[in-house]
């Protein structure tokens, strides 16, 4: 059965695979082009900003990530229709972080060293972007990143455009006190943005005098929950607030059996921090109506930006397809990039564009928006029910934008500490 | 007492899904000794499939929705059964006896299937039909002439290319000429959603706390599915070739057993269960790309710690395996622990889902450092691999 590979077949096989795979990337070089040439006004010899987008498409994380980058493209392509960035197209570098953090690291250096890109837009957890910070710190580049997380960071690196725990967390903590009770069984994902947000949230109880009755943690991408009902039945055997910071996979797996054990929204609400319409739709309405969601945005919310948004993307994407939070999040970076180049007139200094970014302000799909001096963006808090067809009906909504606070006020650590890019002696982390 | 049948439910409900998740892998490792790290895959084939079989159901109404399961079932066993024929006929049947290479080949093979129904649309079944057609369709013709022998390799250096290269070119015209319908990914890189029929959602409640119908419904598939295997092994025809080819190929070869049948009706059998392991545990968690990357450890898990080669141990092992999970991560043995104790600090920083996890594999290696062959191991003269 096993014969040898001979020295003759070698050569012929290996200029065969050769022959195919110099003819293959001609063709894809050759796509690329060819979409340059198709966007209007693109002549030859007009040249072009290279930004960098860097997220999940496979691996546990592209299930939420892959949309974000559909956000971003679609920004990108509006910018580009109507005429660019002065007056030059934006050309897009996707890579794939594969859900895995040194490769985050690897294809950040990559883009950076290698592309030359402007800046990056990218990552979703917050491992991810941990483990890209030193690359972005080291060369003085620029990441947008779009999602909220768990604050207790202020890099000058970053611009922070999804919520600071204050603009989601806590105001979600707050509502569930004053609505559906004082005891509280936190779930979350092992790794560091459920570990951070929980500490908070047991901090804030402590203060406004709630109870943490319980918490657990799944691995990443882990679908066992058994165990975690049974504490949850232990620890609220009449009924009590779930408080949910799980990522991924995991979400699906955990409202699937909730509901086969009984753990039903009336008596077991449960608030979210990382499902939006996406997520609902894949874990399937069935399981999570009833159930809460904080975010500052929503595909219901009811502005004309937010109406012109969602066509657009459907009309790209398909009609059944849905935006979210961090979608909104990743398409208005692209804009407020986009203003800050144009306000500081070139998209190579990156110092000048840093400082043209803080203080921009946009009329975002979710509201008005502000880049606040903390790298951060102040946005609308809302909380949302998911209802029969898979869209949130809004239950609370702040009046105004929200400030961000990134280092959070009721852990002791970082309790008094201020963040301000603006002004040079006081930086990251100083004490207000 | 409560306590006690609580714990015994639930160890047993996430031992049948280990169980479920290993058995495949337990006949294709256990009787062929091929480890396939594709079994994961095959499972995400058949959670895949009971997506399709729900949809198509969903078209018929609700009184038939309700039993799209009930069809999911064969036809995931059917479908995972047919990929595992077409990795057994176009890959592992060169690499018997090869343990490492088939580990990476089927890995490899995982790969490309998680890729694969990430990014499957009708443009690219029309380009690997194309290409097949081409390239296949060509090498057939060439065939054909007396010389072939002689000018098989330049015929592939012509080919291959040639053929790579119309359908790459095909792909790029259509698909920017065609619409979304055509290139749009059939399932994309999300998850897509398996929603259990009516009567599968809910319980059956015992005091403070309900036996979800879903995980009954897992062990009662698991029962079947052992017994099942059990008797088709050890009652059946075909069951005795399969253990006279795993004893002795050569002579089982000479008596006239059809051993290139009997290794590929083995893997379809495992790869099969693997199918319906795939359709149970979409009612559970999410269908993805990886799903079956999240059961592939703690089948390879239970499979060692069983015993290569024996379903008993298979099954003894998912259950104990099963009840340990539950009884640390649940943290019930706190509760017998006063509270202010520095041992309940202790045995609370123990007691969460990811430290059980690493709590059992610490057990599972000094478990087989006592036991290195598993609970049930193989007598007699090694089976030759």
């Known amino acids: ?432 | 007492m409560e306590l006690f049948l609580q714990s015994l439910f639930n160890g047993l409900s996430i031992g049948s899904v280990l169980l479920i998740a290993a058995l495949g892998l337990a006949i294709v490792f256990g009787i062929m000794g091929v480890i396939n790290l594709a079994h994961g895959e095959l499972m995400m084939l058949g959670a895949y499939t009971t997506f399709v079989v729900q949809n198509v159901f969903r078209g018929f109404g609700e009184p038939w929705f309700g039993f799209y399961i009930i069809a999911a079932l064969p036809l995931a066993f059917l479908v995972a059964a047919l990929a595992g024929v077409l990795l057994e006929r176009g890959v592992i049947r060169y690499l018997y006896g090869r343990p490492l290479e088939t580990l990476l080949a089927t890995w490899g093979v995982s790969l490309i299937l998680q890729q694969l129904v990430r990014s499957i649309s009708w443009l690219m079944c029309l380009q690997i039909g194309v290409f097949c057609l081409l390239f296949f369709g060509g090498l057939w013709g060439v065939k054909r002439r007396p010389d072939f022998e002689r000018i098989r390799n330049g015929a592939i250096a012509i080919l291959l290319p040639l053929s790579a290269g119309i359908t790459l070119a095909l792909g790029a015209i259509l698909g920017k000429s065609a619409g979304l319908a055509l290139t749009q990914p059939w399932f994309g890189a999300q998850g897509v959603d398996v929603t259990a029929p009516g009567w599968l959602r809910g319980g059956i409640p015992i005091g403070t706390f309900q036996l979800p119908y879903v995980r009954l419904f897992i062990i009662a598939l698991t029962v079947v599915c052992v017994v099942g295997i059990y008797l088709f092994l050890l009652r059946s025809p075909w069951g005795l070739r399969i253990r006279a080819v795993t004893q002795n190929r050569s002579m089982s070869a000479c008596l006239g057993i059809p051993t290139q049948k009997v290794d590929a009706l083995t893997f379809a059998i495992g790869s099969g269960l693997a199918g319906i392991a795939g359709c149970a545990i979409s009612l559970l968690g999410s269908v993805g790309p990886n799903t079956g990357q999240n059961y592939i450890v703690d089948a390879f898990m239970v499979v060692v710690v069983g015993g290569v080669g024996k379903i008993i141990g298979t099954v003894v092992a998912a259950l104990a395996i099963g009840l340990v999970n539950y009884i640390i991560g649940s943290g019930i043995f706190i509760s017998m622990v006063s509270p202010d104790s520095a041992l309940f600090n202790f045995l609370t920083f123990f007691a969460t889902t990811s430290m059980a996890r690493v709590m059992v594999f610490v057990l599972i290696i000094l478990f087989l450092q006592l036991r290195p062959a598993g609970l049930f191991p193989q007598k007699g003269r090694t089976v030759d691999a």
């Open chain 1, 1 to 432: 059965m096993t014969h040898r590979l001979g020295r003759r077949k070698f050569l012929l096989y290996g200029t065969a695979a050769l022959g195919s795979s110099i003819l293959l990337k001609a063709c894809t070089e050759g796509n690329v082009a060819e979409t340059d040439a198709a966007t209007p006004g693109a002549g030859g010899g007009v040249d072009t900003i290279k930004v960098g987008i860097l997220h999940s498409l496979s691996g546990t994380m592209a299930i939420s990530e892959q949309s974000v980058v559909d956000a971003e493209q679609l920004a990108i392509e509006e910018i580009n229709n109507a005429g660019g960035v002065l007056g030059k197209k934006i050309q897009a570098v996707v890579e794939d972080g594969a859900s895995d953090w040194p490769t985050f690291a690897e294809k950040a250096r990559k883009l950076i060293d290698r592309d030359k890109v402007a800046t990056v837009f990218g990552c979703w957890t917050s491992a991810s972007r941990k483990a890209v910070l030193p690359v972005f710190e080291s060369s003085g580049h620029m990441l947008w990143y779009p999602v909220q997380y768990e604050g207790q960071e202020c890099s000058k690196n970053v611009f922070y455009t999804g919520a600071a725990p204050n603009q989601q967390i806590e105001p979600a903590v707050d509502w569930l006190l004053e609505n559906k009770g004082q005891q509280f069984f936190l779930v979350g994902s092992d790794y560091v943005f459920p570990r951070t947000a929980n500490t908070i949230i047991k901090a804030q109880l402590e203060a406004k005098g709630g109870q943490t009755v319980g918490e657990d943690y799944i691995p990443l991408g882990g679908t066992e929950v058994t165990a975690i009902i049974t504490k949850i039945q232990a620890a609220l055997p009449d009924g009590g607030v779930i408080f949910n910071t799980l990522n991924g996979d995991s979400n699906v797996a955990f409202f699937k059996q909730m509901q086969g054990a009984g753990l039903t929204p009336d008596k077991y609400p449960t608030m979210s921090v990382s499902i939006a319409e996406e997520e609902v739709r894949a874990i399937g309405t069935e399981y999570l109506k009833g159930h809460y969601a904080a975010w500052n945005y929503f595909q219901s919310v009811n502005t004309p930006e937010n109406q012109k948004f969602v066509q657009a993307f459907k009309s790209k994407y398909g009609q059944n397809r849905v935006t979210n939070d961090p979608m909104e999040a990743a398409y208005i970076m692209v804009y407020l990039w986009k203003q800050a180049v144009e306000k500081a007139g070139t998209a190579d200094d990156i110092e000048a564009v840093r400082k043209a970014a803080v203080g921009q302000t946009l009329q975002a799909p979710g509201g008005l928006v502000t880049l606040q001096n903390n790298h951060h963006l102040s946005k609308t808090v809302r909380i949302g029910e998911i209802g029969d067809d898979g869209m949130f009906k809004i239950v609370s909504e702040t009046p105004a934008p929200v400030d961000p606070i990134p280092w959070n006020q009721y852990v002791a650590d970082t309790k008094g500490y201020s963040c301000n890019w603006e002004d040079p002696t006081k930086g990251g982390k100083y004490m207000m």
